[in-house]
């Protein structure tokens, strides 16, 4: 496989310019209509929001969050035996505009049919335009970690710009300006791609195991099938024919993906014919495995309790200027971008001084250190019960742990999956480990709906109950570890000889 030309785009590939951006506008989009979703649904009539209980729209935050990864799955098959990456990123990112138009529309029906074509969209681009910058390189190049750095500085470049655009419309023009804000970020985004495709290697555009005629036509009727049961269950709901609620809902399909997850892992285990190095490091990649759920289940509490505190119960004026509510988000992303190199250089040191703590350990650590977040905001909700606006530097803090934390945890486990999967299992094993993200993303609703404003006092308690159950997951992670340096190690040492 050939790479790209090099005479390109700061040393890389022109076509990590075209992927870079159509990235960074994806995201603008994306994470600029995420930090609206439950301030809008929680506002009341009178601020033309949708005037939802704050468990219904917990749930249904997490359920949209926790879809966007489940439908990466299909999305990920769909480019890889129908489509081809290129066009599933172009029709990926049609749908996710035309969804942030819906948006845009004040209808009492418009939301839920957004959220669908959004998330819908999101997991047909997001998987693979990720997989088009591997695609750039070929297998010996030594640029493709620099290739994806600069592509993660893309994403939350993008982030950026949609934590500050959005939320400044919402909170001085309107929701569905702010709304179609997101809309017009994405559409900048298909331009860009568009003017820009030819930079792309021509196998991008090739599914990579193509379908034969009668699958091509089942993967079709599949699809028809999708749009059609959607399309029913929408109409149902809108029409009163079936009704819905969405914590009931939230908590079931939390329990499906969680057996999807041991199903899967389970039937590699048992029946992926493994060698016995292959099973131990299937064991320690499990202890990553629940490390990941638990995180996100905390983590995520950004999009929703803890940017309903940061509206309810932060002083957020700086003199006469008001923050916007949905600006404390984007602190993850700053602190992304200023400390991401020193926890890249943190783990090369640290292997150096031949002090190299297991995949486990790393992910305890960072489980941990987010769990600090919430002792954190344990003592502002202590103020925040007693009637008072706290100050906006507990937030920060708590950003700033939550951040550190993530950058324990995700990179690291992202590497686990790679280093420690069985070969032939490694695209699955990657799948299964995606949804670790959409168990955490829906259990993170499920524990914000009990973020009650009608009852402050229970609020503490809510976020000791996160930092206890996260601190304790961390503290099994890390009293497994010398097991865990074990399996690891048996398999690492197979893999190598």
């Known amino acids: 496989m050939s790479s790209a030309p090099d005479s390109g785009w700061c040393g890389h590939p022109k076509g990590l310019s075209t992927l870079f951006f159509t990235e960074m506008w994806e995201r603008m989009s994306?994470?600029?209509?995420?930090a609206m979703l439950v301030l809008f649904m929680t506002a009341s009539l009178q601020e033309e929001g949708l005037a939802f209980t704050v468990a219904s729209a917990a749930a249904i935050y997490g359920l949209y969050t926790g879809a966007v990864y489940f439908l990466g799955l299909p999305g990920g098959w769909l480019a890889d035996r129908l489509f081809g990456g290129q066009k599933a990123v172009w029709y990926g990112g049609i749908i996710i505009m035309i969804g942030h138009i819906i948006l845009a529309i004040p209808h009492d029906y418009s939301f839920f049919i957004g959220l669908i074509f959004v998330a819908t969209g999101t997991g047909l681009l997001k998987p693979n335009i990720s997989a088009m910058v591997g695609q750039l390189y070929s297998d010996t190049d030594e640029r493709r970690d620099g290739g994806y750095a600069l592509y993660y500085m893309g994403i939350n470049m993008g982030s950026l710009i949609g934590y500050y655009v959005c939320g400044y419309f919402m909170e001085n023009v309107g929701w569905h300006w702010a709304f179609g804000a997101a809309a017009v970020g994405m559409a900048i985004g298909l331009v860009q791609y568009k003017l820009t495709l030819n930079n792309l290697p021509e196998h991008s555009a090739l599914p990579a195991n193509p379908l034969g005629p009668k699958g091509t036509s089942r993967a079709w009727i599949g699809i028809a099938a999708f749009v059609i049961a959607a399309a029913a269950v929408t109409t149902a709901a809108m029409t009163g024919a079936i009704v819905i609620n969405p914590t009931v809902v939230a908590g079931y399909t939390a329990i499906v993906f969680t057996i999807i997850?041991?199903?899967?892992?389970?039937?590699?285990?048992?029946?992926?014919?493994?060698?016995?190095?292959?099973?131990?490091?299937?064991?320690?990649?499990?202890?990553?495995?629940?490390?990941?759920?638990?995180?996100?289940?905390?983590?995520?509490?950004?999009?929703?309790?803890?940017n309903l505190f940061?509206?309810?119960?932060?002083?957020?004026?700086?003199?006469?200027?008001?923050?916007?509510?949905?600006?404390?988000?984007?602190?993850?992303?700053?602190?992304i971008i200023a400390l991401s190199p020193f926890f890249a250089a943190l783990w090369i040191n640290l292997s150096k001084s031949l002090v190299s703590p297991s995949y486990s350990v790393k992910c305890a650590i960072g489980l941990i250190i987010?769990?600090?977040?919430?002792?954190?905001?344990?003592?502002?909700?202590h103020y925040?019960?007693?009637?008072?606006?706290?100050a906006p530097y507990w937030l920060v803090t708590t950003?700033?742990?939550?951040?550190?934390?993530?950058?324990?945890?995700?990179?690291?486990?992202?590497?686990?999956?790679?280093?420690?999967?069985?070969?032939?299992?490694?695209?699955?094993?990657?799948?299964?480990?995606?949804?670790?993200?959409?168990i955490g993303n829906i259990i993170a609703g499920l524990l914000?709906?009990?973020f009650d404003p009608n009852n402050v006092s229970e609020i503490p308690n809510l976020y000791l109950q996160i930092a206890l159950f996260s601190i304790g997951v961390g503290a099994v992670l890390?009293?497994?570890?010398?097991?865990?340096?074990?399996?690891?190690?048996?398999g690492l040492e197979e893999k190598v000889s």
């Open 478 to 490: 890390v009293l497994m570890t010398f097991k865990a340096k074990v399996w690891e190690k048996q």
């Open 261 to 306: 997850f041991f199903v899967y892992f389970g039937v590699i285990y048992f029946t992926g014919k493994l060698t016995d190095a292959e099973k131990q490091r299937m064991w320690a990649l499990f202890l990553v495995c629940i490390a990941s759920a638990c995180f996100w289940s905390g983590f995520e509490q950004a999009g929703s309790s803890l």
């Open 399 to 438: 950003y700033f742990l939550h951040t550190v934390g993530e950058l324990c945890l995700s990179p690291v486990a992202l590497s686990a999956v790679s280093k420690l999967s069985p070969r032939r299992y490694t695209g699955q094993m990657m799948g299964v480990f995606v949804l670790t993200y959409s």
């Open 30 to 34: 994306y994470y600029g209509m995420r």
């Open 310 to 335: 940061a509206r309810d119960y932060t002083d957020r004026f700086i003199g006469t200027f008001e923050i916007p509510t949905t600006w404390f988000q984007s602190l993850n992303s700053l602190f």
């Open 370 to 381: 987010m769990a600090s977040g919430f002792l954190v905001m344990f003592m502002a909700a």
């Open 448 to 450: 914000a709906g009990n």
């Open 384 to 390: 925040a019960a007693e009637g008072l606006k706290v």
